[in-house]
C-alpha cells in the first residue's frame, strides 16, 4: 500500500496531459478512437510508474516510434502459435521478412535508455532507498547485490510492467467507459455519488487512491465492466499436478496443461444470476457473502499462484482517472446503437469505441491548469 500510495504522482501527471488533450479535443468536436487514446494514456502511465517517463504518446497524440503497432503485430503472432505451435517456424520467418520489428525496438531502446540514464546518475536518493519509481527499486536492489539481482534482471523488470500493464489497463479503462456510454443510468448513479463525496469534503482533485476506495458505486461500476470484458481472451493455462486431478467430473493426467477462459467463467449463470451477459453494476453492492460468492469467480486478474502482480497498480490507476473523465467530459458514442467490435489476440482489444467529447463544466479549471 505505502509504495502504491507513492505511485500515484505518476499517474496523475498523466491524468493531467490526457485532460488537457481531451479539451482540445473538445472544442473542435472531432471523433475520437477513444480505445486508442486510453491505450496512449496507459502506455504513458506504465512508462512513468517504471521508468519514470512517459513514452510520449499523450503528447505527440500519435503511436511514437510505432511501438504500439509493432506490438499489436507481435500480439496477433503469438496468440496464434500459442494456439497452433506447429505453424511457429513458418509465421516466424514470414514475421522476419514482413512485419515492422523496429517497434518493438523502440519500446526495448527507450527502456534501454532509461536504465542507463538512471545508472549514470548517482546523485537521485531515489535509487539507494527505492522510493521512486520501479526502476529506483530495481536499482536499488541491484547495487545491494548485482550478482543476485544482475543487470538483466533490471531489464527484465522493466519491461515486462510495460509488456503486462499497458494494454491490459487501457482494455479495461475502455471498458468502464464505454460502458458507462451504454447505460447513462449507471453513469448519473456515479456522478451523483461523486458530487455528494465532493459536497462533503471527500473526494480531491484529482481523486486519490483511497478516495476512490470509498466511493461503492465507482468500484462496483469498475468490478462490473472488468467482468463483462475481461482484457485477457484465453484460457490461463494451468499443468496438472502429480497424481493428475479430477476437475468438474473429468480426470486430466499430470502433465495435461487445463485452463478456464475468463470470457466463458464471467458468463457462468449460476454464480452471477441469468442476467450474467448484463453490464449492471448493482449485482456487486449486495451483501459479504453472496460478493465473495461471485468474486470467487471473478478471474480478470486470474487466480492462485500466478495470479497477476500488478492488480493493485491498475485498480489504482483506473479508481482515479474515472471520476476525472466522467466529472470533467460527457462522452457521446458516434454509433450509439451498434455492438462493440472487439478483437482477440489474447488480449481482447475494442476496435469500434468512437465517441465525441465535450466539456461538462467549461469554467472549471482542469487538474492540469490548477
Ligand atoms: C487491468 C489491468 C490488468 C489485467 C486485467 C491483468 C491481467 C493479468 C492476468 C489475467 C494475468 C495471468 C494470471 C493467471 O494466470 O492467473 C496477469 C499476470 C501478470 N500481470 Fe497483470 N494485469 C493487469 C495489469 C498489470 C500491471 C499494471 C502489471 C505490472 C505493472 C502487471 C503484471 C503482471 C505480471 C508480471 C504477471 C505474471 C505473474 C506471474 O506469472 O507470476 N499486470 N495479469
Given at each position: 500500500?505505502?509504495?502504491?500510495l507513492r505511485m500515484e504522482?505518476?499517474v496523475?501527471?498523466?491524468?493531467?496531459?490526457?485532460?488537457?488533450?481531451?479539451?482540445?479535443?473538445?472544442k473542435?468536436?472531432?471523433?475520437?478512437?477513444?480505445a486508442?487514446?486510453?491505450?496512449?494514456?496507459a502506455?504513458?502511465?506504465v512508462?512513468e510508474?517504471?521508468?519514470g517517463?512517459?513514452?510520449?504518446f499523450?503528447?505527440?497524440g500519435?503511436?511514437?516510434?510505432?511501438?504500439?503497432?509493432a506490438i499489436?503485430?507481435?500480439?496477433?503472432y503469438?496468440?496464434?502459435?500459442?494456439?497452433?505451435s506447429e505453424?511457429?517456424?513458418f509465421?516466424?520467418?514470414?514475421m522476419?521478412?514482413?512485419?515492422?520489428?523496429q517497434?518493438?525496438?523502440?519500446?526495448?531502446e527507450?527502456t534501454?535508455?532509461?536504465?542507463?540514464?538512471?545508472?549514470?546518475?548517482?546523485?537521485?536518493?531515489?535509487?539507494?532507498d527505492?522510493?521512486g519509481?520501479?526502476l529506483?527499486?530495481?536499482?536499488?536492489?541491484?547495487k545491494k547485490?548485482?550478482?543476485?539481482?544482475?543487470?538483466?534482471?533490471?531489464?527484465?523488470?522493466c519491461i515486462t510492467?510495460?509488456?503486462?500493464?499497458s494494454?491490459?489497463?487501457?482494455?479495461s479503462l475502455?471498458?468502464?467507459?464505454?460502458?458507462?456510454?451504454?447505460?447513462?443510468?449507471a453513469?448519473?448513479?456515479?456522478?451523483?455519488?461523486?458530487?455528494?463525496?465532493q459536497?462533503n469534503g471527500e473526494?480531491?482533485?484529482p481523486?486519490?487512491?483511497?478516495?476512490?476506495?470509498a466511493?461503492p458505486?465507482?468500484?462496483?461500476?469498475?468490478k462490473?465492466?472488468?467482468r463483462v470484458?475481461?482484457a485477457t481472451g484465453?484460457?490461463?493455462?494451468?499443468v496438472v499436478?502429480?497424481?493428475?486431478?479430477?476437475?468438474?467430473g473429468?480426470?486430466?493426467p499430470?502433465?495435461?496443461?487445463?485452463?478456464?477462459?475468463?470470457?466463458?467463467a464471467?458468463?457462468n449463470?449460476?454464480?452471477?444470476g441469468?442476467?450474467?451477459?448484463?453490464?449492471?453494476p448493482?449485482?456487486w453492492?449486495?451483501d459479504?457473502d453472496n460478493?465473495?460468492r461471485?468474486?470467487?469467480?471473478f478471474?480478470?486478474?486470474?487466480?492462485?499462484s500466478?495470479?497477476?502482480?500488478?492488480?493493485n497498480i491498475?485498480?489504482m490507476?483506473?479508481g482515479?482517472?474515472?471520476?476525472?473523465?466522467v466529472q470533467?467530459?460527457?462522452f457521446?458514442?458516434?454509433?450509439?446503437?451498434a455492438?462493440l467490435?472487439t478483437?482477440?489476440?489474447?488480449?481482447?482489444?475494442?476496435?469500434?469505441?468512437?465517441?465525441?467529447?465535450s466539456?461538462?463544466?467549461?469554467?472549471?479549471?482542469?487538474?492540469?491548469?490548477?
Amino acid at each position: 500500500m505505502t509504495s502504491l500510495l507513492r505511485m500515484e504522482k505518476y499517474v496523475d501527471d498523466c491524468s493531467a496531459v490526457f485532460v488537457q488533450k481531451l479539451r482540445e479535443f473538445g472544442k473542435t468536436h472531432e471523433t475520437l478512437n477513444m480505445a486508442r487514446w486510453l491505450q496512449f494514456y496507459a502506455f504513458d502511465v506504465v512508462g512513468e510508474l517504471t521508468v519514470g517517463k512517459r513514452f510520449g504518446f499523450l503528447d505527440e497524440g500519435k503511436d511514437v516510434g510505432g511501438i504500439i503497432s509493432a506490438i499489436d503485430t507481435y500480439l496477433a503472432y503469438t496468440a496464434n502459435v500459442g494456439v497452433y505451435s506447429e505453424w511457429h517456424p513458418f509465421i516466424s520467418s514470414m514475421m522476419q521478412k514482413l512485419s515492422p520489428r523496429q517497434g518493438r525496438g523502440s519500446m526495448v531502446e527507450f527502456t534501454q535508455a532509461q536504465i542507463d540514464k538512471r545508472k549514470e546518475d548517482e546523485t537521485s536518493p531515489h535509487e539507494l532507498d527505492g522510493t521512486g519509481d520501479f526502476l529506483s527499486i530495481y536499482l536499488a536492489l541491484h547495487k545491494k547485490d548485482p550478482s543476485s539481482f544482475t543487470d538483466q534482471d533490471l531489464f527484465a523488470g522493466c519491461i515486462t510492467n510495460i509488456g503486462a500493464g499497458s494494454d491490459t489497463t487501457s482494455i479495461s479503462l475502455s471498458s468502464v467507459l464505454y460502458n458507462l456510454c451504454k447505460h447513462p443510468e449507471a453513469l448519473q448513479k456515479l456522478r451523483e455519488e461523486l458530487e455528494q463525496k465532493q459536497a462533503n469534503g471527500e473526494l480531491s482533485n484529482p481523486v486519490t487512491f483511497k478516495e476512490s476506495q470509498a466511493c461503492p458505486y465507482l468500484q462496483a461500476v469498475i468490478k462490473e465492466a472488468l467482468r463483462v470484458h475481461p482484457a485477457t481472451g484465453f484460457p490461463l493455462g494451468r499443468v496438472v499436478p502429480k497424481g493428475g486431478a479430477t476437475i468438474a467430473g473429468t480426470f486430466f493426467p499430470e502433465g495435461a496443461i487445463v485452463g478456464i477462459n475468463t470470457w466463458v467463467a464471467h458468463m457462468n449463470v449460476s454464480v452471477f444470476g441469468h442476467d450474467a451477459e448484463l453490464f449492471r453494476p448493482e449485482r456487486w453492492l449486495t451483501d459479504k457473502d453472496n460478493y465473495n460468492r461471485m468474486d470467487r469467480y471473478f478471474f480478470t486478474f486470474g487466480m492462485g499462484s500466478r495470479t497477476c502482480i500488478g492488480k493493485n497498480i491498475s485498480l489504482m490507476e483506473v479508481g482515479k482517472v474515472i471520476p476525472t473523465l466522467v466529472q470533467e467530459f460527457d462522452f457521446e458514442l458516434v454509433n450509439p446503437d451498434a455492438d462493440l467490435k472487439t478483437r482477440n489476440v489474447w488480449f481482447v482489444k475494442q476496435q469500434s469505441f468512437f465517441c465525441k467529447v465535450s466539456e461538462r463544466h467549461s469554467n472549471s479549471q482542469t487538474t492540469a491548469e490548477k
